[in-house]
Structure formats: structure tokens, C-alpha cells
């Protein structure tokens, strides 16, 4: 039975690559324009941002960079007021959309305070894939085929925040559902955030379920495409190289640091992924 996960992410373009999930991460490809070379290049200024933009950019940084630990009283609207020259109401529409946002909670005579961080991971949502499979009242399980640290190739690096040849964690891993496979999951880890990643056991929990733990989430970045899978990824799946794919890569971030990118490959003939957006 297909599963059908509903997310509310904020879906952000990558370039997607395939790749064998035991090699070296390939590089980016860039795409040049018309112009002749050396040719002048000039960008067009950015429109002036609307003062609540400004005021709601400040204080969504300030909490990345966790100025305020979760539950702390943040700028009271008069504090905030004073300090950018606005109007009261363009301050309640900048703290009304963070709070739409789940990044902040207001109490009517109280203040505003900074969101819980779970409050935060379930409104950006990231479906677990065990999850999934036991709310149908199945069995999941997972086989661990790859486990290790690795030096970083230059283009993974960039995407982890992470110097080229630096520290990464890999798994590859394959997730059942009444011993069918369901999903490959090829997965890199920024040590920073999980330090203890390569000492968990992924057959009892998930990766996902895991970095949601340690790392709450903050920001995603998803991309989604019907492809091909890799020789590689076919054979863990049981599939052959023909059969289309949903092939899901996502990076996440917490507090402004990269926590992880996956890729993970669904046969077609297994899995659909639904989303419902709300204007």
C-alpha cells in the first residue's frame, strides 16, 4: 500500500545529482549564459524591503542564532518600536508572521517568547519513514549496508557547510515494509551537529528520527523528481534499472548550521508522496 505523507516544508530548488551512493559526491554543474566572456556583468539593485520585513528578518536571525534559549522572553512590540522607528502596527504584522511561522510564541499581557524547538521540527515537518509504515500498521525494518566516516569531496563539503576534505558521516541504508523495500536512503551527516551519529543502531530507530532528536530542525531544502535509479540503489531495492523512481534529496539545517543531506529513492511502483499547501 502506498503511503501518502503530507508535508508542509518549504520546498527550495537543488540540483539533485545521482550518484553511486559509495562514491565520491559529484560536482555541481553550472549551467553559463549568452554573454561573450568578460563581458560586464550587472546586477539589479534589490528593491528596499517593507519595514516589517526588516524587523521580522532581525529577529528570525536573532533566534538562529539563538540570542533567546527556547521559552525566553523576547522584545516586548514598545521595545521594538523604539528601536527600528516603525509603527506598532508594522511591528504585531512582523511578530504575527513569525508566529504563523512556529518560530514564536505570544501571550496576550504576557510578551512574546522564543518557540519551543519541537514546536519549531513539527511545524517545518519531515516525515519519518518508520513512522510511516507503523501508522499503517505495518512492519518496518531496516538493513544498514554502509556506516562510516569519510573526507568530504569539495561539492559535498560546500552543501554541509564543511571545508573540502573534512570530516562526514555516511550511511546507506535500506527501509522494508513487511520485508519489501521501500525506500533507499544514502544519507550524509555534518559531524558538528551529531557527533555520536555513527554509534547509533538504525535498526532500532531511523536517522531521521535520530538528527530530529539532536539537531531540531530550522530550515529545509527539498527537491523531488521522477529518475532513474543508480545500478547500485536498483539492486538494494530489488527493482530493475527501468523502473521509474521518486527520488526525494533534502538538506536540513538547524540553527543556521547544515545537518544533514539525503537522498532518498522510492520505486514508483511502491510509493507516492503527497503535499497539501495552504495559501
Known amino acids: 500500500m502506498p503511503s501518502t505523507p503530507r508535508s508542509r516544508l518549504r520546498a527550495t530548488p537543488l540540483h539533485p545529482v545521482a550518484h553511486d551512493p559509495g562514491a565520491a559526491a559529484a560536482g ?22 517593507p519595514p516589517y520585513a526588516r524587523v521580522k528578518q532581525y529577529l528570525k536571525d536573532a533566534l538562529e542564532a539563538g540570542r533567546w ?40 499581557g504576557v510578551g512574546t517568547f522564543a518557540a ?38 569539495a561539492a559535498l563539503a560546500e552543501r ?6 573534512a570530516t562526514v558521516f555516511h550511511t546507506l541504508i535500506v527501509h522494508h515494509e513487511r520485508g519489501v523495500a521501500l525506500q ?8 558538528a551537529c551529531a557527533p555520536d551519529y555513527l554509534d547509533v543502531d538504525f535498526t532500532v530507530t531511523t536517522p531521521t528520527h535520530y538528527l530530529l532528536d539532536v539537531a531540531p530542525l530550522w530550515e529545509a531544502q527539498v527537491a523531488i523528481e521522477a529518475a532513474l535509479p543508480t545500478a547500485q ?10 523502473e521509474p523512481c521518486l527520488i526525494v534529496v533534502r538538506r536540513t539545517v538547524s540553527r543556521g548550521l547544515p545537518v544533514t543531506l539525503a537522498r532518498l529513492v522510492h520505486p514508483g511502483s511502491r510509493y507516492s508522496l503527497e503535499g497539501q499547501f495552504r495559501p
Open 233 to 242: 540503489e536498483a539492486k538494494l531495492l530489488g527493482i530493475e534499472r527501468s
Open 116 to 153: 519551543q524547538l519541537n514546536k519549531v521540527s513539527s511545524t517545518l515537518t519531515v516525515k519519518d519513514i518508520q513512522e510511516e509504515i507503523e501508522r499503517r500498521g505495518n512492519r518496518h525494518d531496516a538493513t544498514v549496508h554502509l556506516k562510516r566516516a569519510e573526507a568530504a569531496p
Open 69 to 108: 534559549a527556547p521559552g525566553e522572553q523576547m522584545p516586548s512590540e514598545a521595545e521594538l518600536v523604539a528601536q527600528f522607528h516603525v509603527s506598532r502596527m508594522t511591528v504585531h504584522r512582523a511578530l504575527r508572521e513569525l508566529q504563523d511561522a512556529g518560530l514564536i510564541e505570544r501571550v496576550q
Open 184 to 191: 533507499c536512503e544514502d544519507r550524509y551527516v555534518n559531524p
Open 160 to 165: 554541509l557547510g564543511l571545508a573540502p576534505g
Open 28 to 49: 555541481t554543474h553550472l549551467h553559463g549564459g549568452g554573454l561573450p566572456a568578460g563581458a560586464p556583468v550587472f546586477a539589479a539593485p534589490e528593491p528596499p524591503r
